[in-house]
């Protein structure tokens, strides 16, 4: 990815999780006394949290899209898991490998974005002595588990 591309990514999921944080979003949006009110939330595996930062409605009809601070604990792995829509995260410090079945493993760093697409299986594994940090942006069917263990 051009840096162009990757500062461009960054800059769309950073405005979008300033957007949510900041009490600007659609009427549509949860008050910021709900949001704040969510706790990490329990992951495929412990080796992962996921904080929720915000959610609003989306253009497309039964979708939302969610904002979450993610980690995976050093020497980790998230679990094998699927989503029932688009993720869409930037990793914002360490270095992660991406495992996403039918694919090599890629390793992303600090300042490298990627997606996965709904319903695909999918892992992370942080290999360092670090935490892995993420801001993940994820659309997704309304009413539906953000994240489902995979086999």
Same mark, same amino acid.
């Given at each position: 990815m051009h840096f162009s591309s990757r500062a461009a990514v960054a800059s769309v999921l950073c405005t979008s999780a300033l957007f949510l944080l900041g009490g600007c979003a659609a009427p549509q949006a949860s008050p910021p006394s709900a949001q704040s009110s969510q706790a990490a939330q329990p992951a495929p595996a412990s080796g992962l949290s996921r904080t929720l930062v915000g959610k609003a409605d989306v253009s497309t009809p039964g979708r939302e899209a969610v904002v979450a601070r993610v980690e995976v604990a050093p020497g980790a792995r998230a679990g094998r898991h699927t989503h029932p829509g688009d993720e869409i995260s930037y990793v914002s410090e360490g270095q992660v490998d991406l495992l996403v079945d039918g694919q090599p +493993?890629? &390793?992303?760093k600090a300042g490298e974005s990627f997606v996965v697409p709904a319903g695909v299986v999918h892992d992370a594994h942080n290999a360092s002595n670090a935490a892995v940090k993420l801001i993940g942006v994820y659309v997704v069917e309304k009413g539906k588990p953000l994240a &489902? +263990?995979?086999p």
């Open positions: +493993p890629h &390793t992303l &489902t +263990p995979a």
